[in-house]
Structure formats: C-alpha cells, structure tokens
C-alpha cells in the first residue's frame, strides 16, 4: 500500500458535516481527533485538480481548531518533469488561500445541487401540498446531518427559491464563477 501524506482542509460548516458523513472512508484518528480525509487521485479530475493546486511549504501546516477535513494525497517519487504534482516525500505540501476557496466553491456547487434536486424530487411527488419545499429542506438537512438553526434555515430557503427565480443550476453559477 503507497503512503499518503494528510492536508488540513477547513470548509465551512455545513459543508464539513455534509462531506464527513458523504466519505465512504473509515474514521481515522488524526492529530488526536476523530476525522475523515478525502482520499483523492490523479485519475478522477477532482483528484487531478486537488494535486494540481498543491504547492510546497518547508513548514507543516497548522491545524485550527474545529471540524478540519483532511486531504489524503499520494506520496511518490516524481519520475520525471512531467509528474502533476508537488514532490511531497521530503518538503510539506498545502493549498493557497484562492485553490483552497476554488475547490469550495466546487463543494458548495455539489451540496447546492443536491439540496435542490431533493428538493424538487420532494414537491413533485407532494404536489399540491403547502409547505413542501420547507419541509424537504429540514428533511435533506436532517438526513444529511447538517445541523442549522433558524437563520441558516432561512439562507437556504433563499437559495432555493433564488436558483428557482434565476432558472440557474448551481453547477451553471459555479461555471460562470470560476471563469
């Protein structure tokens, strides 16, 4: 089995709970706490992306306090100029502020998606029925085991019935932002 080397990735929190209990990966014991990494791979295009964002440090990279999700990257010998990402056997390896915020917004696009198809999925089968779309936004939250209060409830209301406005995928917004 190769080595991997682990990167602290903070999300925000919505985004950490959705992810932790999405990862098919076995809890871990890193750094003294209970944690999940995302095992990634040159041969998906998000794990293409990920590696193509490293860049090097000589200094290990803190771990803040709170919900941290951990990147799990191979470590290999670069075999020739070619290779897609950073040699991290002997120096540190972390993402810039900007790739960091970059593979976010991928994150959030993907939650936003799913939260919308669900709740779309939801008022179609109970047509007809008031409440629907506030009810199966509680109901993917929950499933899901994102906590939220009143106020994040009410966010994402919003951005439901926004997308809805607009006529625009998250995936479109995402493109267009990125761009």
Same mark, same amino acid.
């Given at each position: 089995?190769?080595? #991997?080397?682990?990167?602290? +990735? =903070? !999300?925000?929190?919505?985004?950490?709970?959705?992810?932790?209990?999405?990862? $098919?990966?076995?809890?871990?014991?890193?750094?003294?706490? =209970?944690?999940?990494?995302?095992?990634?791979?040159?041969?998906?295009?998000?794990? %293409?992306?990920?590696?193509?964002?490293? =860049?090097?440090?000589? $200094?290990? *990279?803190?771990?803040?306090?709170?919900?941290?999700?951990?990147? @799990? *990257?191979?470590?290999?010998?670069?075999?020739?100029?070619?290779? @897609?990402?950073? %040699?991290?056997?002997?120096?540190?390896?972390?993402?810039?502020?900007? @790739?960091?915020?970059?593979?976010?917004?991928?994150?959030?696009? +993907?939650? =936003?998606?799913?939260? +919308?198809?669900?709740?779309?999925?939801?008022?179609?089968?109970?047509?007809?029925?008031?409440?629907?779309?506030?009810?199966?936004?509680?109901?993917?939250?929950?499933?899901?085991?994102?906590?939220?209060?009143?106020?994040? +409830? %009410? #966010?994402?209301?919003?951005?439901?019935? #926004? @997308?809805?406005?607009?006529? %625009?995928?998250?995936?479109?917004?995402? !493109?267009?932002?990125?761009?």
């Amino acid at each position: 089995m190769s080595k #991997r080397a682990l990167i602290p +990735f =903070e !999300l925000p929190d919505h985004l950490a709970y959705y992810l932790y209990f999405q990862l $098919k990966t076995p809890v871990e014991n890193i750094n003294g706490y =209970e944690s999940k990494a995302l095992h990634v791979s040159k041969r998906s295009k998000l794990g %293409e992306l990920i590696l193509l964002l490293l =860049e090097e440090t000589d $200094k290990p *990279i803190k771990v803040k306090e709170g919900f941290t999700l951990y990147i @799990s *990257i191979p470590v290999r010998i670069k075999q020739n100029k070619e290779e @897609s990402f950073v %040699e991290n056997r002997y120096s540190f390896v972390y993402l810039s502020e900007k @790739s960091r915020e970059s593979i976010i917004k991928v994150f959030q696009a +993907f939650f =936003e998606t799913n939260l +919308f198809s669900f709740v779309d999925g939801v008022a179609f089968y109970r047509e007809g029925k008031k409440g629907k779309q506030n009810a199966a936004i509680i109901e993917f939250l929950q499933k899901h085991r994102v906590p939220f209060n009143e106020s994040e +409830f %009410e #966010r994402y209301k919003k951005q439901y019935y #926004r @997308s809805k406005k607009a006529c %625009e995928p998250p995936l479109n917004k995402l !493109l267009k932002n990125l761009g």
